[in-house]
């Protein structure tokens, strides 16, 4: 009975040790790991918050003054990182950016009309696309060097960063492809691509993201979303369809596919805004509202979007509330003057693609 009683009391301890370690060691910070979380909540979870978010529920939208907001703003073609609190039209609310014509050769012309803006690898890079010049970079943030970029031509929309460091990019022409990286990101080499190393025909496509947890690239198109499972040869990349999922009416014309910080599924829009389950490929309706060129979640639960005012840009990015009727409704999170905002996301990392991975620091 004493033996079994001091056993008893040497397991409490160990727990107790094993969980003050743990908090001591999350309260310094371990060099080795990443601020990444793994998702949690799932597709239904995701749709029925962005509906009561969209309704005016009470969801904390004020919360975390210290959010901030990446943009693609095409007036100046510049990715510019935005104080989300403070007045856009300020200077000092520019924390960072990207201009592309400081590019050798004449090479920043492949960057006019810049859309795509994605925050990969815990927020150290960026990916870029852009429209009209037909380019796709690989941009560090810490010092806003481009570390690959090239021209697939096309009209590219958006980007995905594979688990080897290899480039897909997506074209509205469409063309999913992707490109060698051969250098190291972490190193300070430059790299101009020369010629797509793999090539997929899907019509319209507009979007792209690696998911971590099932092995497989999700690509959107105009009409379809398909999943492509990869061959992990970084020198002769491959790909094999192994799912193929018809848009519903109200998705058709896919335009923004993104994984939201805390979801394991994708939101999707089109003629509506939906969010896909990767495991039930079931879509999950959430609003009939059209022109919606993106639309993220923070880890704290806002909800941003860009709904074109002229054309497919806005001068403004909104949050996701009622009413929506007309592109300048809405509470906007930022505006700046004559700015021609494409896609934003918010600056967090994206743990759909990107899980815990102490290699990845």
């Not at 022109?291 to 979640?297: A, R, T, Y």
């Not at 021609?340 to 815990?356: D, G, I, L, V």
Request: with cysteine; proline share 5%.
């Amino acid at each position: 009975m004493i033996q079994k009683t001091l056993q008893i009391i040497i397991i409490i301890l160990i727990s107790c040790f094993t969980t003050a370690f743990s908090q001591e060691s999350q309260t310094r910070g371990d060099v080795n790991a990443t601020s990444v979380t793994s998702p949690a909540q799932n597709a239904k979870a995701l749709s029925d918050y962005l509906v009561s978010y969209l309704g005016g529920a009470d969801l904390n939208q004020t919360a975390n003054s210290a959010e901030k907001i990446l943009a693609a703003e095409q007036k100046l073609d510049k990715v510019v990182l935005f104080n989300r609190d403070m007045d856009w039209n300020e200077d000092n609310s520019i924390i960072w950016s990207w201009d592309p014509r400081t590019l050798p050769e004449g090479h920043g012309a492949w960057f006019v009309h810049i859309d795509e803006c994605k925050p990969v690898r815990n927020c150290k890079l960026i990916l870029v696309t852009a429209s009209k010049g037909g380019g796709v970079a690989i941009v560090r943030v810490n010092d806003a060097k481009p570390l690959f970029y090239a021209r697939p031509k096309g009209s590219p929309h958006s980007a995905a960063l594979l688990p080897d460091d290899n480039l897909a990019v997506v074209s509205s022409d469409g063309f999913l492809g992707v490109y060698l990286v051969p250098n190291d990101l972490s190193q300070d080499d430059v790299t101009v691509g020369q010629k797509l190393a793999y090539k997929f025909e899907l019509q319209g496509a507009h979007g792209v993201v690696w998911d971590e947890k099932r092995q497989l690239l999700w690509t959107l198109g105009s009409s379809e979303l398909v999943a492509l499972q990869y061959n992990h040869n970084k020198q002769e990349p491959d790909f094999t369809l192994v799912h193929r999922a018809t848009l519903p009416k109200y998705l058709l014309g896919g335009h923004d596919l993104y994984a939201p910080c805390n979801y394991d599924a994708l939101v999707v829009t089109g003629r509506g805004v939906g969010v896909f389950d990767p495991d039930t490929l079931e879509f999950y309706p959430v609003a009939n509202y059209d022109k919606i060129k993106c639309l993220d979640v923070s880890e704290q639960g806002n909800v941003l979007i860009q709904r074109a005012s002229e054309s497919y840009w806005s001068d403004r990015i909104r949050y996701f509330r009622e009413p929506l009727d007309s592109a300048q409704d809405g509470e906007p999170i930022g505006q700046r003057d004559g700015a021609k905002f494409y896609k934003a996301r918010f600056f967090q990392p994206t743990p759909f693609s990107e899980p815990q991975r102490a290699d990845r620091d």
